[in-house]
């Protein structure tokens, strides 16, 4: 335990008992439930990449963006309807980890301050916590990209 020697004895008997008494989390069912609600979406995913592939002529290369931004919109619908939130309850990292995730994450803060108004409320705060992941995906792929330029400038790539 972190801070023993800070504590008093009454303070560590009680943490003691808080141990005793904690509910164990049932950590293999709960990655197995992510693992498989996770792999759900996913091939809810590729079930629509295909319906873009063969009804709008998308190509393997270029059916990514509409799929992106059909499974983003399909979570922000299912979050405004109060099914996602439930989804990500049961599922835990399965429905946050995929693209889904992101979705969620905006709608449900612009819904959180939607009474503060829609300025300073939805659109102040709905990007809380989206806005971090989007600064650092953004900034990651500038590294990226910039590693791989000096690599073809130096190494003839």
């Known amino acids: ?32 439930k992510a693992f498989f609600i996770g792999g759900l979406i996913c091939t809810i ?34 979050t405004g309807f109060g099914v996602y939130d439930r989804l990500g309850q049961f599922a835990g990292a399965g429905s946050a980890v995929p693209v889904t995730g992101f979705g969620n994450a905006v709608i449900s803060a612009a819904i959180e301050h939607r009474t503060e108004g829609f300025v300073l409320g939805v659109g102040g705060n709905m990007f809380k916590l989206a806005g971090s992941v989007l600064l650092f995906g953004v900034f990651a792929a500038f590294v990226v990209a910039l590693i791989k330029t000096l690599l073809g400038i130096w190494g003839g790539i």
């Not at 335990?1 to 008494?21: S, V």
């Not at 629509?48 to 922000?76: D, K, R």
């Open 1 to 32: 335990m972190a801070g023993k020697k800070n504590t008093t004895p009454e303070q560590q008997q009680y943490q003691q008992l808080q141990q005793k008494h904690e509910k164990k989390r049932p950590v293999l069912k709960n990655c197995i």
């Open 45 to 78: 995913g590729q079930a629509i990449s295909y319906f873009y592939i063969y009804f709008f002529n998308f190509t393997e290369q270029s059916v990514g963006n509409p799929t992106v931004a059909t499974m983003v919109f399909l979570s922000m619908l299912l």
